[in-house]
């Protein structure tokens, strides 16, 4: 059968010619007249002016370009196609498989599409029903005028949809079938509920778009629409609304980031006051004649500034210890419902904003920290300094330091284990 396109295809290369309604008159040649013999197809030959080939005398529909294939009339006639496109690619339909220049192409879904479409239309138009039910997914059709109303009780509105005899030039690399298959399936017996979201989502859709290209825009989206209505419909079920989830999330964002900010701005403010009274120590210990009993009050004033230090340490730690797992209980509370297992990529906002508040409070952390160690190390080397004003063995200031160190970080991991827990 390829063949045979193809060896028609050459005849139309060759010769002038028109596509009527009913026939295809040639411009006449000894060549051409051959070459219509040899496929065995009767002709009419008016002297030596021209050939003409009746179209029922072919056995498939032919075409000059793709536009005049592009029409409801002609897509819903079954059989073979060819089309010509002289000027560019010739494309053939043969027993429902495409051909771009006579290879078989089974990413060029022209005729595909062209055909869901009209079976969408059809599709549309099979949804009006007389009957007295308070639902009607299609409102009104008007097949005259080619018109399909679809009425909204909630907006208290409605829209209208015009199609047209042509069709529109549907990307060609996209295959428009699978949605469409998908949108039927949303009026199986099933999917009881689900026409009437699938309805609004039409609405609130195409009344975005213009007229002229309403119907085309509502074909091209029809993944989109069906997504909506079943986002809808699953938050239907289960009680569930995203507008106010999202909301109350962002509260609990803003309510939690405030705190972490809040113990960030403590930590900050000692730590922007941490040099100031490293200095006026050593200022005092340079300045001031070194006794014992001011070496003692010193000592003791560093080691009050150490405990509370290790108190404020494990105050900051339960507090972001607190908020994680607070934070973590509601997202997992959130998101152990059945609507994001339906729909797990609507996740991603919530998901996103865990992973911030997560990494913020792993980031106070470690600064939490770092502050404790700066401290504790500047406090033990003024000590150090204390003792060798003092005058006392290295072994024993070492062995003091060593000690302090280790108390350090005995605190510090007790300090952790404690908030794990």
């Not at 295809?24 to 002016?49: G, H, P, T, W």
């Not at 009957?131 to 829209?159: C, M, P, Q, W």
């Not at 120590?281 to 405990?307: P, R």
């Not at 300094?385 to 160190?405: C, H, P, Q």
């Amino acid at each position: 059968m390829i063949d045979n396109h193809k060896h028609i295809f050459e005849i139309f290369k060759k010769s002038a010619f028109s596509i009527n309604p009913d026939d295809i008159v040639f411009q006449y040649s000894a060549d051409i007249e051959r070459e219509l013999s040899d496929l065995n197809l009767n002709f009419l030959k008016i002297r030596e002016e021209s050939l003409t080939v009746e179209k029922n005398d072919l056995d498939f529909y032919i075409f000059e370009k793709s536009n005049d294939y592009l029409k409801l009339n002609e897509v819903v006639k079954k059989g073979n196609v060819l089309i010509i496109n002289k000027e560019s690619v010739p494309l053939s339909l043969i027993d429902g498989k495409t051909f771009t220049n006579f290879i078989e192409d089974e990413n060029n879904f022209f005729f595909s599409n062209s055909i869901s479409f009209n079976e969408f239309i059809e599709f549309i138009k099979s949804q009006e029903m007389d009957s007295d039910e308070a639902f009607h997914f299609v409102d009104y059709v008007n097949k005259t005028n080619r018109k399909i109303v679809f009425t909204s009780l909630s907006e208290k509105g409605r829209l209208i949809i015009n199609y047209f005899n042509e069709i529109h030039n549907f990307d060609s690399n996209n295959n428009y079938s699978i949605p469409l298959e998908e949108f039927k399936s949303c009026f199986i017996k099933e999917n009881l509920h689900l026409p009437k979201f699938l309805k609004n989502s039409i609405i609130e859709f195409s009344s975005k778009s213009k007229k002229e290209i309403r119907v085309n825009e509502f074909f091209e989206n029809l993944d989109k629409i069906i997504k909506n209505a079943k986002i809808n419909f699953e938050i239907y079920l289960n009680n569930l609304s995203i507008d106010s989830i999202k909301k109350e999330y962002d509260e609990y964002k803003t309510k939690y980031f405030k705190e972490i900010s809040e113990i960030l701005s403590n930590i900050t403010q000692k730590i922007i006051g941490l040099p100031i009274v490293i200095a006026t120590t050593l200022f005092a210990l340079e300045k001031i004649q070194i006794s014992v009993q001011f070496s003692a009050m010193i000592i003791i004033t560093i080691l009050i500034t150490n405990i509370y230090l290790i108190l404020l340490l494990k105050i900051n730690f339960n507090d972001l210890a607190y908020i994680k797992t607070v934070s973590e209980r509601d997202y997992k509370k959130l998101i152990s419902n059945k609507f994001f297992t339906v729909f797990p990529e609507e996740k991603t906002y919530f998901t996103e904003i865990k992973t911030r508040l997560n990494m913020r409070v792993k980031q106070l952390k470690n600064i939490c920290e770092t502050y404790f160690w700066i401290i504790g190390i500047t406090n033990i080397g003024l000590n150090i300094l204390i003792f060798n004003k003092l005058e006392l063995s290295t072994g024993l200031v070492f062995m003091i330091s060593v000690i302090s160190f280790g108390i350090f970080a005995f605190t510090r991991n007790i300090i952790l284990e404690q908030t794990e827990k």
